[in-house]
């Protein structure tokens, strides 16, 4: 329709994209429509604006967490001619912000081809890790007994990890910064930091809003995609939680692993992987039955790759419990390690990426609640 | 055979069919759009009119069953059945659990866009989620959807229903009907029709947008009619907004709506006000403007703010045009530069000193011009300006079918005992013009449910009803 291309084509859009060009004309749709406001804080965030430039927009698709309920309920979604999809939309704008504030910049691009990323990373880590092994074993006779160190010294896990772990931190968390000096102009008040943690630990905007969940396959609400996110992270969490520990073991109080399997590190490496199981294997099916109109097929791939990749990993670190004291365990580290390096290489470049920027975004509706708007609408 | 029968696919039938279901019998919905076009005009609307005596749920202070009333009796000038109206009006009290209950979700007063959180409670979403809850809810209850399903005729035998003839040729039997298909106002030819050849020559309706579904076309309506079915209203009468001349033909919606009218000055195309922007705020009066625009030449009408009122209304759809001096605006809105400079400059010449609060009905007025504007009356003078193109946006028609309290129809003076009517085919009993906000949905609900239980009842399941 004439006016609607009319509007992508307006003056403002200089320095756009055109994915940003379609959020600022679906967002200036909905600011006239309103009906959504209850459902996340796109939308109350979007009410304090007249028009949209390439910051708001920037930061209003990372607030968006791709429910599906504004879709469904959108008396303007396909096929009216007005062709409204929130979530599709912001989703592309997503990926465009993740290549556009990578660092370093070049390295961007490989958020475009994610899927072959992740795969050649793992590869190339597994491939790395077999050959250190041999590399590394003088007398491959000695009795390994469980102990990872005798395949892999420590300091030689905590060199390599550590420099690929402080790398991909490092440039996640410049991105973060960069992020967020473009959509804020302002510093975060205690509070604030406080309500977008709290809304970023419990997934707030997965609720729907009446607290009956989001969407997946239909307009029906399902709390599952909240709980398999919630197995993920805090699984995830779990795990990081469990190596942090172990180090501290280590350096500390000058505990060498193997750890029994009632020690801290263990129990929690063990609750954190079951659920970096559960999560995934989730997540996987319930993106499988995903409704087409949901976000952006193109980024498919590097959604199922992070999911794959971290049930992989989940799945590898289990069976290396179970069998550390078998004639496969070196065999098995090699793999865990492998996968774990993986995920560490491509964290900055992948689907990690996602809560890193949606953190800073709900950061930004944070503070934005609390000043005042300019607006005066005549609302109540 | 099916025991309830109901055609149309709305709000109302979708409570029908709900209530028939809850009251024990087996239901059959025909919905004549296809599975993307469900729902009708309900999808458009956002809120429900509730009484309430002291703040309720979502709802804030109190708006009592004789306000509620009064404000009725206000808009419709007294072209209302008062009792059919209380009805309305009490179940909207307590309809709101029972419409929790089938998944529809209300929404606590955020920014609330239409001074309304008073008066009218909210859909989380809007009127699709509540279409959508509902249809979810009827497909568990085992209610028998059928999309692409238009009814064109009725067969009856003694002013009793006997069965329904679809287009496509099947004809379905049952032992009761509902009737919710909705008014006629996507159908143009019969607009037309109704509203003839006006004095400039030129049909009203041929400027007409409609602002919902293009499935309301009356066909049902007007087989009704022939079959002799007592009719209310006047097919002119409509709920009819004032929307950007730019919208679609159909489907519109509410995002068309232009909220700065009461900021500025409206002219039309002879560059001429012909209306008093400021009779009251823009929600009370909204339903009003699509009228004043039908009545001007080509139905053509243009709001006029100056800079001063950006961001003090609701942002439009369309950008108005945005121009630096009065000449241009003219020529980018095709109007006399002229005319339209002294309007405004006896405009601004009118306008009294006063407090501008566009929050309250203010003292800024005009005096010694006609028509005066008598609140929010500042000089438009502060560039840029901005022009809206305004034209009559058809919601809903209200000719419909006469009913009663138990939502029952009435062929040739005789009541019907199994072939009942609900939402816009019967608003008109209620609105015989004029509209307040949430009233439709009111309506809907109400003999919705009424008309619901009455058919399983007609049908032999338990009891029936009066209210």
Known sequence: MQQLNDLIQEA??????????????????????????????????????LQFNKADINYLANLCHNCGACLHSCQYAPPNEFAVNVPQAMAAVRQETYVEYAWPKSFGRLYKNNGVIVALACSLALAFFLWLSTALRENSNVTLDGNFY???????????????????????????YNFWRNISKTGASIAAIGESAHDALTMKYLDGGHGEGCNNEDDGFTLWRKRFHHFTFYGFMLCFASTSVATLYHYVLKLDAPYA????????GTVGGLGLLIGPIGLLFLNLRRNPLHGDARQKPMDRAFILLLFLISLSGLFLLVLRESALMSYLLIIHLGFVMGLFLTMPYGKFAHGIYRMAALLKNAVEKRQPSTLKLGSD | MTDVLVIGGGNAALCAALMARESGASVTLLESAPKEWRGGNSSHTRNIRCMHEEPQD??????????????????????????????????SATCRTWMQKYGVHFQAPLSGTLHLSRTNAFFMGGGKALVNAYYRSAEKAGIDIQYDSEVTSIELSDKQFVAAHLKDGRRIAAKSCVLAAGGFESNIEW??????????????????????????????????????????????????????????????????????????????????????EGEDFWP??????????????????????????????????????????????????????????NTVQEFNAACKPGEFDHTTLDNCHTEGIAPEKTHWATTIEVPPFYGYPL???????????????????????TRSNNLFVAGEMMAGNILGKGYTAGIGMAIGTAFGRIAGRNAAFAAGNESRCNS
């Open chain 2, 391 to 413: 034209r009559p946006g058809v919601t809903f028609t209200y000719l419909g079918l006469k009913t009663d309290e138990t939502s029952a129809i009435f062929l040739n003076g």
């Open chain 2, 58 to 91: 979502v709802l804030l202070e109190s708006y009592p069953e004789d306000e509620y009333w009064q404000d009725l009796l206000k808009v419709t000038g007294g072209l209302t059945n008062e009792p059919l109206a209380r009805i309305a009006i009490r179940e």
């Open chain 1, 12 to 49: 403002r859009l200089t320095g756009m994209s055109d994915q940003e060009g379609e959020v600022d004309r679906i967002m200036t749709i909905c600011n006239a429509c309103r009906y959504c406001e209850g459902f996340c804080a796109v939308f109350p965030a979007m009410t304090r604006r």
């Open chain 1, 150 to 176: 005798a395949v892999f010294p420590h300091n030689v896990l905590v060199l390599i990890f550590g420099a690929v772990f402080s790398f991909s931190i490092l440039a996640l968390g410049i991105g973060f």
């Open chain 1, 261 to 268: 399997f009632n020690s801290l590190p263990v129990i929690l």
């Open chain 2, 284 to 341: 009370k009066r909204y339903a009003i403007w699509g009228r004043l625009v039908a009545q001007q030449p080509d139905q053509i009408a243009y709001s006029i703010i100056d800079s001063k009122s950006i961001g003090r209304f609701m942002p439009p759809v369309f950008s108005g045009n945005e121009s630096n001096s009065l000449d241009e605006l003219a020529s980018k809105l095709g109007l006399d530069a002229e005319v339209l400079k």
């Open chain 2, 191 to 276: 607009q037309r029709e109704a509203w003839g050849i006006d004095e400039h020559g030129v049909s009203p309706a041929d400027n007409f947008l409609i602002r919902g579904t293009t499935f309301n076309k009356g066909v049902l309506l007007k087989h009704m009619i022939a079959a002799g079915a007592d009719q209310v209203g006047d097919p002119t009468q409509a709920h009819m907004a004032a929307i950007d001349a730019r919208s679609p033909l159909y489907d519109g919606g509410i995002c068309t709506r232009i909220d700065c009218v009461s900021l500025g000055i409206v002219v039309n195309k002879h560059a001429k006000r012909f209306y008093d």
